[in-house]
T-cell receptor, first 112, second 114 residues
Framework: GENVEQHPSTLSVQEGDSAVIKCTYS??????FPWYKQELGKGPQLIID?????GEKKDQRIAVTLNKTAKHFSLHITETQPEDSAVYFC???????????FGTGTRLTIIP | DTGVSQNPRHKITKRGQNVTFRCDPI?????LYWYRQTLGQGPEFLTY????????KSRLLSDRFSAERPKGSFSTLEIQRTEQGDSAMYLC????????????FGPGTRLTVL
């Protein structure tokens, strides 16, 4: 089955700086890669996703890049703000196999 | 609010008791998923419905666990003879056929087994 690894497990960034979280996956059939943000006591919130037919996707301060050859994808947050502090999870799946396989999470702390 | 809702939000039970959780998906979403999340880990897939049909079950779902979605709308997850190892956050998500595999999660039910 699919295995997703995520690094780093914790990340502290000065407010205004950029943050990068990286994930690798094992199943070359995977073609859908979402990122979720989870705040304390809440369910995961979908913040951005990418499909395998594109290499990069951007939404305001958030971007995701995908390298299918190397089987890794990354989340980039620019101009970080205190409200970006949360746990971020990457995940992978492929159409026809609907279950998401999640990474172990990155606790992002924005230092004011 | 038209998001995914889950009830109860918290459940404390004694070992050996049965518990049941409910999930109401986003209206007209035909797919519904259950995941389990333990402290410091990412969610782990348990089971998945398309309309009322349960299409896949994880090996994590022992015979003490059962899930239903009788009318293709809300779903229930029952755990029989709870064990301390069942303590976790149980998350429900839904997705619609037109939205690809975008899954939207509810707030979860936190289960504590004493």
């Amino acid at each position: 089955g699919e295995n997703v690894e995520q690094h780093p497990s914790t990340l502290s960034v000065q407010e205004g700086d950029s943050a990068v979280i990286k994930c690798t996956y094992s199943d070359s059939a995977s073609n859908y890669f979402p990122w979720y943000k989870q705040e304390l006591g809440k369910g995961p919130q979908l913040i951005i996703d990418i499909r395998s037919n594109v290499g990069e996707k951007k939404d305001q301060r958030i971007a995701v890049t995908l390298n299918k050859t190397a089987k890794h994808f990354s989340l980039h947050i620019t101009e970080t703000q205190p409200e970006d502090s949360a746990v971020y999870f990457c995940a992978a799946s492929y159409f026809g196999n609907e279950k998401l396989t999640f990474g172990t999470g990155t606790r992002l702390t924005i230092i004011p | 609010d038209t998001g995914v809702s889950q009830n109860p939000r918290h459940k404390i039970t004694k070992r050996g008791q049965n518990v049941t959780f409910r999930c109401d998906p986003i209206s007209e979403h035909n797919r519904l998923y259950w995941y389990r999340q333990t402290l410091g880990q990412g969610p782990e897939f348990l089971t998945y419905f398309q309309n009322e049909a349960q299409l896949e079950k994880s090996r994590l779902l022992s015979d003490r666990f059962s899930a239903e979605r009788p009318k293709g709308s809300f779903s229930t997850l029952e755990i029989q003879r709870t064990e301390q190892g069942d303590s976790a956050m149980y998350l429900c998500a839904s997705s619609g056929a037109s939205g690809g595999n975008e899954q939207f999660f509810g707030p979860g039910t936190r289960l504590t087994v004493l």
